[in-house]
């Protein structure tokens, strides 16, 4: 791709990765707006890869989370839950499965069953 101006897969997946990384330091630190605009996706880029799309998910629960929006951050950890089990990152994925779990006993709205055996799973990955 040398010369083509644009990232090989590798890299927009670190680029993901940082994007939603960057994102959870802007929430620590307050500022939400910046953060946000880490976790949005801008146009429509087809090329995006589903494990970029999962950081993306994963880094916007993180601001939802900030916001106090505990329902919407559990949804899009969800969401980002899904995306990594279709491409199947086992180490992300029990991450990502403790952290849906905590944001959904944030929100209130939880079956301590599904989330017990979630965790006991995630601890098995």
């Known amino acids: 791709?040398?010369?083509?101006g644009q990232l090989p897969a590798s890299a927009l997946e670190v680029s993901a990765e940082i994007r939603a990384t960057l994102a959870g330091v802007y929430c620590?630190?307050?500022d939400l707006r910046r953060a946000?605009?880490?976790t949005t996706l801008k146009g429509a880029d087809e090329s995006i890869s589903q494990w970029q799309l999962a950081a993306l998910d994963w880094g916007r629960a993180d601001v939802l989370n900030a916001e106090g929006r505990f329902g919407e951050?559990?949804?899009?950890?969800r969401q980002a839950l899904g995306r990594?089990?279709?491409i199947d990152r086992p180490r992300a994925q029990a991450?990502?499965?403790?952290?849906?779990?905590?944001l959904e006993i944030r929100s209130g709205h939880f079956d301590f069953g599904k989330i017990r055996?979630?965790?006991a799973q995630a601890e098995s990955m």
């Open 95 to 102: 991450n990502l499965m403790q952290t849906a779990a905590w």
């Open 117 to 119: 055996a979630e965790l």
């Open 73 to 77: 951050a559990a949804e899009s950890a």
């Open 84 to 86: 990594l089990r279709s």
């Open 28 to 30: 620590e630190i307050g």
């Open 1 to 4: 791709m040398e010369g083509s």
């Open 36 to 38: 946000r605009e880490l």
